[in-house]
């Protein structure tokens, strides 16, 4: 694989999300928990993705149960996000983010970003228009933290 738009996921109601769709949009990444702590990142992930989507902007949310943070099943997890934070973005079966594993479209995105594995829930992945990553995020970052990067990414043409 050697771009982002190389990649297909999955979503809940088992759909497919392949990235190629998304060519020429902004595309905020992120792995996701419902019973982590920083699970209310996703009323802030929403907000950006409300207030940004019409400009280009789509968030995909990857729920990974690979710090034991994670509800049961798929069908639980989306419930939680819609019920508690009103998540609308996309979000894909649970994926593994690290190890023999992981999927492949977070081998590729911890590649880009020149950083190791990710070291807990809520890293997120900014990419470009033109599909290059623009930032790895740190799991504390809040939404709110990047919303100037992220308005920056959507002018870039």
Known sequence: MTSIYDFT?????????????????VLLIVNT???CGLAPQLEGLESLYKQYHNDG??????????????????QQAE?????????TFPMTRRVAVNGENEDPLF????????HGNIKWNYTK???GRDGKLIHRYA??????????????AI???
Do not use: R
């Not at 996921?9 to 949009?25: A, R």
């Not at 081998?107 to 020149?114: D, I």
């Open 9 to 25: 996921e999955t979503e809940m109601n088992g759909n497919p999300i392949n990235l190629k769709d998304y060519q020429g949009k």
């Open 155 to 157: 002018a870039a043409s």
């Open 57 to 74: 902007l789509v968030v995909i949310g990857l729920p990974s149960n690979q710090f034991h943070q994670e509800l049961e099943t798929d």
């Open 139 to 152: 799991p504390i970052t809040k939404p709110e933290a990047m919303e100037d990067t992220v308005k920056q």
């Open 79 to 87: 419930e939680y996000c819609q019920l508690h934070y009103g998540v």
């Open 33 to 35: 928990a419902s019973k």
């Open 125 to 127: 992945f900014l990419v």
């Open 107 to 114: 081998t590729f995105l911890k590649a880009q970003s020149g």
